[in-house]
């Protein structure tokens, strides 16, 4: 190579160094906000949202849900109950592994990689079920319509069974389930199964019988999209119907009409404390709580 090409390689390398340092200096200095073709920076996120309280958990929470005016939080190898101020109702051990937990009625379910325990409301094991497929890497579940639905991070399918145990049918997606770190989650609201094909940065909706009946989504780095690898990580639906999704990576809350149209963003990363980390969000009336490391924390709507 002749001194004079050698010189201009080292030159160009030296100026794609500058350039991509300068532009990190500029998202920083910026907030992080990207600008759009028009060469405007985004305006900063302004949440709807204040932060009003928070409850400390003995070990970090591995998921939670809220029933009832109710919080079963799954933390460590327990189950904790809560009211929504924040007050103890009742706690009691697990064996390690739960992945996940759900309410329905007086009964308390948790899931394993391979098996579904039922709890009565004080902590009584009553009733448990293996896997119906070998390799099983359960994910995530859900009950309604009398019948537990779990997703399969191993054989990419949602299972359905009855809530004693009996195995009904598997749920294929048209699109085909991709799923790159566990972000397989699903939720009910009436008739209708929503679950998370999150490599696809998809939300698909399923009847009970297990019949594909929409998706929305789609990659993208603003709100109502998913960006990262496997977005969105969690969802679950107000009281009145709209979904709330949970995204990790750029960590974000987001609110969606069940049709799919984006409604608002609620929380931010900043907001949220959690690095980039994904937190599971409930609501009750104007309240989020949220799941943030070993708190609940609390976040009360502003009134305008």
């Known amino acids: 190579m002749n001194k004079g090409l050698k010189i201009f390689l080292n030159l160009a390398i030296f100026l794609l160094v500058v ?10 200095f910026s907030g992080g906000n990207a600008a759009d073709s028009s060469g405007l920076v985004e305006p900063p996120f302004e949440s709807a949202y204040a932060q009003a309280a928070r409850f400390d958990l003995p070990d970090e929470i ?3 849900e809220l029933c009832d005016n109710k919080l079963f939080v799954l933390a460590g ?7 929504t101020e924040g007050n103890y109702v009742a706690n009691f051990s697990v064996e390690p592994g739960a992945r996940d937990i759900t309410v329905d009625l007086d009964k308390i379910y948790l899931l394993y990689p391979s098996r579904v325990e039922a709890y009565s409301s004080d902590g009584r094991l009553f009733h448990q079920w293996e896997a119906c497929s070998e390799l099983s890497d359960y994910c995530s579940f859900t009950v309604g319509g009398g019948a537990v639905f779990v997703t399969d991070a191993e054989n990419k399918n949602i299972c359905k069974y009855t809530t004693e145990g009996y195995f009904v049918r598997f749920i294929n997606s048209p699109n085909g389930f991709i799923i790159p770190s566990y972000s397989f989650d699903i939720a009910i609201w009436n008739d209708t199964i929503y679950c998370v094909n999150s490599g696809r940065h998809l939300v698909e909706t399923y009847t009970f019988d297990g019949d594909y009946i929409s998706s929305f989504g789609g990659f993208g780095t603003t709100a109502g999209s998913f960006a990262g690898c496997c977005n969105p990580s969690y969802i679950s639906f107000t009281s009145c119907g709209m979904l709330v999704t949970s995204e990790k990576g750029n960590p974000r809350v987001c ?8 409604a608002e963003q609620f929380l931010d990363g900043k907001m949220l404390g959690s690095g980039n980390k994904a937190c599971e969000a409930r609501t009750s009336d104007n309240k989020l709580f949220v799941a943030v490391k070993d708190r609940i924390v609390v976040f009360s709507h502003i009134l305008q």
């Open 19 to 28: 350039v991509f340092f300068w532009y990190v200096i500029l998202m920083t």
């Open 77 to 83: 190898q327990s189950v904790h109950i809560l009211d």
């Open 62 to 64: 591995i998921r939670f």
């Open 255 to 262: 609110s969606f009409e069940r049709s799919g149209k984006f």
